[in-house]
């Protein structure tokens, strides 16, 4: 048996066989990433990725692109495991080596494709403020990824999002660096669950390294404008815990650049900080067509040879999707190579991390998926519940005087109004859900209430209006952009329904083409005629509820006047219109968090909470702070904190306890937020930050006594000479239920 067959022998003892067994070509072939439905016979008509259960494969096309060479990486395969394994099945037995090829996949809520869970986007998660039903969502995603045969995701995001125009901000966990950090972690070690060769694991690839999350003018790709203090203290630390302390293998890197050095081809970012200060263990590799953007776009390189040339210099390991055709990146690397221009030791370098990645994936032993498994965990009971449960606990309440939850008794009819009352809004990157029909709220109100309310309901008006791709999105062949039926505006008609009825519950928000990669906005009001048809009915004099399924952080000025309660509910994934419900008639006592600030005005962002200080934050218009404040949440209880104590335990160690008390008549969660701040520092620091939170279920009367271990890291700060350090003087510790309600707080000395 050849020594890098053997599963008996140590992986790297196998690497350094199967290394000295290739040739150049098919080192560099290992660095390519292809794409399954550009060589399938039949692509599924239901999803513009997938592959139809019963397709078959051009082999000729493969033996005149890949000969007997083998490739690495194959994405946009989505199908069934028998179609996976028949592709497979090739590069085992058809290639001289026989190398497996690693399956990736797009998984940022859910696997795409037709066939998985659909659960709430990552701003959910993170709105949950609670780490562990993070990690389940992972949990979800790799076992039902690698159950239909993925062994790779190109997820999470950890991008830092605060500039709310952006349209990926739905993919985030936010505005805040430690909230972030800590749904990183969780989610990480939830789909890679320690070791990837597991039937139920996944290799995790976090993106966009490393600043995406503020493109210049909120639009997508643009421009980074940050300084090297803001990087390392705000964005780097979420991809560090994502790496080091989640162990994530991969990392997409980001097509932006930052202070004019481009991402792709920036030897600091990817050698000096990534692979060197963060230890990546597996491969780097640009986003989908970043590598093109070096020569055409930001004009670094002269031609396509040239554009390869810088990337896989500085330190890219792998061209990513849409880039290059695989002969022109195997053909110019190896002339690279054999020009001298590019060394051997650098395409072994990284032809050892994707093969290092197959053999830590069982790959060599087990290359195919079991044919019949999928079946029985997709969709399973358990994942739809921990979907619910996921889309209970990241419902918002942002205002309300007392109306909800509603009591049915009271109302003989609810007028249930907006585009998103009948037909449940996904978010980006979801699967296509085939064979169902996610329930919507009216679907859910009609079943929960029955007879006993008359509910009639009315669009009144559409979100988007439009299905049309905006520039520079046409190539992304891998994003989903089906918005549904278009719904035409019928606003007379929406008011004349609600004249009727006791009650309004208007629901709303964004859509594909609102919010998602791409579709960045200029202006952050409701899209469409929806505030107009918010403030017609208002004009009713009726009690109104607005319920909101958005991606990103909204102008909510004129629907906080006149509403008598705002819930927001994000795009909540298969199960959100239950957990809609849920809340809207108190089964479940809402108590997400804002993970953004959102603002007064369109205009008024930035209004992130930790912005430096220095300006009054008031404008010739008037106040320009958030309208409604980062970890803000209502609760259909109240919570009393006392009992702050803040004890020494080293030199920068400090332990928060506090008591918490549930002061109502409803059981319910609170999310405790610890914030410090740095009172005597020698650079510009914020006025607080999130360092500790926990979210705590409470019964009515009930108390909790809550303790924070605070380490360097929460009272670090980079200082004028580029240094880490914990600098002496005192240190504001404060604990509250928003970075706004601060209930208690203290002094410590360090």
Known sequence: MDAYKNPALPIEERLDDLMSRMTLEEKVAQLDMRFGNKYCTKRDPNHNCSVSPDSDYDWDKFRAEFADRGCGVFHDNYSVPAVMNKLQRWFVEETRLG?????????LHGISGT????LPIPTSWAATFDPEMTRAA???IATEARALGIHEILAPNL??????????TEETFGEDTYLSSRMAVAVIQGEQNGDISRPDSVIAEPKHYCVHGIPEGGVNCAPARVGTREVETAYLPVFEAGIKEGGAYDVMVSYNCIDSDLLMTSEY?????????????????????????VHYLHKLAKNEKEAIYLAKKNGLDCQGGDEYPHLVWLNNLCELVREGRISEENINDSCRRVLRLKFLLGLFENPYTDETRWEKVVLCDEHKATALELAQKAVILLKNDGILPLKPEKYASIALI???SGDQKLGGYSAVPVGRTPESV?????????????IRRCDGCGISGSEASPFGLADQQHLNFDNGPVIRDSLDEAVQTAEGCDLIVF?????????GEGRDRCELTLCGRQRELILRLAHLGKPMVVVLENGKPLDLSAETEVSNAIVMAWFNGEMGAQAIADALLGRVNPAGRLPFSLPRRSTMIPCYYSMLPGSSNEYYEGDGSALYPFGFGLSYTEFEYSDLKLEKTGDTDVKVSLKVKNAGEVAGDEVVQIYVEDCESTVVTPPKLLKGFRRISLAPGETAELSFDLDYRAFRLMNARYDWVVEPGNFRIMAGSSSRDIRLEGTVTL
């Open 99 to 107: 190398i497996p090829c690693l399956f990736t996949g797009e998984a």
């Open 159 to 168: 991008d830092v999002a605060r500039d709310p125009r952006w349209g990926r």
């Open 269 to 293: 970012y990817l050698r000096d900080v990534l692979k060197e200060r963060l230890g990546l263990k597996g491969i780097c590799r640009s986003d989908w067509g970043g590598l093109r953007r």
């Open 507 to 515: 629901v709303g928000g964004d859509d594909r083409i609102s919010s």
């Open 418 to 420: 907006g585009p998103s």
């Open 115 to 118: 066939r998985g869970t659909i």
């Open 138 to 140: 992972g949990r979800v």
């Open 442 to 454: 009216y679907d859910v109100l009609k079943r929960e209430l029955g007879d006993s309310v008359e």
